[in-house]
């Protein structure tokens, strides 16, 4: 029996049945006995988790100063693919190019400050929670925030501040 890779369906049970014939002659070539034993095999699939959600605030802030708490919540499985693990990530267009902001483990939250979005999305950061269960079958949740580029203005202002508390003008 020859099964392709990720051929076989989340979730679902398939059985497999093997049957085996022996013949036997006997002196007279005419009268055979056959003899035959097959055995059945159910294997049920793995299913990812499901159900799961991000939240992520603030929803918007500056790069690199605003504290976004990042939080996954709601995931479900069947009992005995428990615990469940979590990778928590963010990227701006491409998710293959993700930022791992948590490592694996199974903490479902934590706080980062992430770079800014691109003007092109409106400065959108997307966050991403990866959800595994402990076969390794994964599902995700995403989540947007606007991640705005720091003031430039801000900085004048504060430079200009500091010449005045200088006494410099």
């Not at 049970?13 to 002659?25: G, H, I, R």
């Not at 930022?99 to 691109?118: I, N």
């Amino acid at each position: 029996l020859s099964i392709q890779p990720s051929s076989l369906g989340q979730g679902v049970s398939y059985s497999f049945t093997l049957s085996a014939t022996c013949l036997d002659a006997t002196a007279d070539t005419t009268a055979t006995t056959t003899n035959t034993a097959f055995t059945t095999v159910t294997v049920h699939m793995n299913s990812a988790p499901m159900g799961g959600v991000l939240d992520v605030t603030p929803s918007s802030g500056q790069a690199l100063t605003t504290a976004f708490l990042l939080y996954t919540s709601l995931w479900v499985d069947d009992a005995e693919d428990y615990p469940l693990w979590y990778v928590l990530s963010s990227y701006t267009l491409n998710p293959q190019s993700a930022t791992v902001l948590k490592t694996r483990d199974q903490v479902p939250h934590a706080s980062a400050a992430l770079g800014q979005g691109l003007f092109s999305t409106s400065y959108t950061v997307n966050c991403l929670a990866t959800a595994a269960d402990t076969y390794g079958a994964t599902a995700e949740a995403k989540k947007g925030v606007t991640v705005t580029p720091l003031s430039l203005f801000f900085g004048r202002e504060a430079l200009l501040m500091q010449k005045q508390n200088s006494g410099s003008s």
